[in-house]
């Protein structure tokens, strides 16, 4: 398949080389992200688990009865940040394998289906949290839904857990500009991508949409990340589009099958892991992405 080119800056960010897949063997994989340990990790809501993937062909099982994670990402001491939808929790995965629930009730009453996740350089975590859940998308029964909005929230490092925005219809895969003043979060519902800024207390303010993927079109907008210089890379119809700081698409990786999330691994950060239910691909890019394992701290 042919990418999509928008713009020639494209080529500056995509390498020429094709996108490689490196398996098709999984349910619905989801939430990659690169450990220190030289693999990355990602979650198969479908079965359950969380997959461990060792360049170039070998996968095994990290985790089994996941609670049905979603999004991952390492905090700032190289702890696994998890989204556990099927549970409605935020979990940690300690050093010594044990699991520490960090959030799963918001004033007073359960959370809806976590799915996103992202740690800001403070150790404050940001997270989605949409009515939605699992493979399919499957709706919460309004009777279970206990939140009244789909909500994206902060838990501060003290563990106090605040929801700074709950008018997202479907909020999905999110990501902070590499200055972190901007929080990108992408919405499900209408294949847009909104940024806020952020304020000096982690609050958010100033909505905007900055990315449009076509109203409608589906597979519908999903994760994303940012690389250094600014430009994202969101799942969304057809495959990864890739766009500038300012929102300007640049152009589409093309991908056979829906995109979900992707991750930036390798020590140079210039390899893209893309999933793809039932597959998992992976394309080199020419510029590194943020990485989040250069920020552990002993």
């Not at 959030?103 to 975590?125: E, F, M, Q, R």
Request: charged share 20%.
């Amino acid at each position: 398949m042919d990418n999509v080119v928008y713009d020639k800056r494209f080529h500056d960010l995509v390498d020429t080389r094709p996108l490689w897949m490196a398996s098709d063997k999984f349910g619905f994989p989801e939430g990659p992200v690169f450990l220190p340990s030289g693999y990355v990790i990602f979650s198969d809501i479908l079965h359950e688990e969380i997959i461990r993937f060792y360049p170039p062909f070998w996968f095994g099982k990290e985790r089994v009865n996941s609670g049905g994670a979603n999004g991952n990402t390492l905090d700032l001491q190289g702890r696994l940040i998890s989204c556990e939808g099927t549970l409605r929790q935020l979990t940690r995965r300690e050093h010594d394998g044990s699991i520490t629930v960090l959030a799963s009730h918001y004033d007073g009453k359960p959370l809806n289906a976590t799915n996103d996740v992202v740690v800001k350089n403070d150790g404050a975590i940001y997270f989605t949290d949409p009515y939605f859940m699992g493979s399919e998308e499957s709706w919460l029964a309004p009777s279970l839904a206990a939140q009244d909005a789909c909500g994206v929230y902060r838990l501060d490092p003290k563990g106090a857990l605040k929801r700074l925005h709950g008018g997202i219809e479907k909020p999905n895969g999110l990501a902070f500009s590499p200055d972190e003043k901007t929080l990108y979060v992408v919405n499900s519902a209408d294949n847009a991508v909104y940024a806020f800024a952020v304020k000096a207390d982690g609050s958010l303010a100033n909505k905007k949409t900055w990315l449009e993927m076509g109203h409608g079109l589906k597979p519908a907008g999903d994760g994303m990340k940012v690389d250094t210089q600014g430009n994202a890379y969101v799942t969304g119809p057809g495959g990864v589009w890739v766009a500038d700081g300012d929102g300007t698409p640049l152009g589409v990786i093309s991908v056979p099958t829906q995109c979900t999330n992707v991750a930036f691994y390798g020590w140079d950060s210039k390899l893209l892991f893309i999933t793809a239910p039932p597959a998992v691909y992976v394309i080199r890019l020419k510029v590194p992405g943020i990485s989040v394992i250069d920020r552990i701290r002993s």
